[in-house]
């Protein structure tokens, strides 16, 4: 079974950074992609970035381009968000989901419905 554990969330201060990461077990990753999503209080699970777990192809909304930068390690079964110049509207709980298709993954990334696993999140708060 496909487990996802989030870490590395905390407290900063606005233009700070925070390293999330996202720990996969339960299958080796050779195909479809990583995500990262978000959802603040009281509003919908937004798309953050994703990553194609083979060749690296990576992917993200206009928010966060040049802020944040995700990666992956094949060896560790491990997928990284690298935060930096935080702002306050980044304050969210962050969510790492992986799709075991490449199609599914290309078709749908931005999509909550593209993925097959959750983690269980990570809460990242940045004070002004």
């Known amino acids: 079974q496909v487990q996802l554990v989030e870490s590395g969330g905390g407290l900063v201060q606005a233009g700070g950074s925070l390293r999330l990461s996202c720990a996969a077990s339960?299958?080796?990753?050779?195909?479809?992609?990583l995500g990262w999503f978000r959802q603040a209080p009281g509003k919908e699970r937004d798309f953050v970035a994703a990553?194609?777990?083979?060749?690296?192809?990576?992917y993200y909304a206009d928010s966060v381009k040049g802020r944040f930068t995700i990666s992956r390690d094949n060896t560790k079964n491990t997928g990284y968000l690298q935060m930096n110049s935080l702002k306050p509207d980044d304050t969210a709980v962050y969510y790492c989901?992986?799709?075991?298709?490449?199609?599914?993954?290309?078709?749908?990334?931005?999509?909550?419905?593209?993925?097959?696993?959750w983690g269980q999140g990570t809460q990242v708060t940045v004070s002004s």
């Open positions: 989901a992986t799709v075991i298709s490449i199609v599914s993954f290309i078709g749908g990334y931005r999509s909550r419905g593209a993925y097959d696993y």
């Open positions: 990553i194609t777990w083979t060749s690296g192809n990576t």
């Open positions: 339960g299958r080796t990753f050779s195909s479809g992609g």
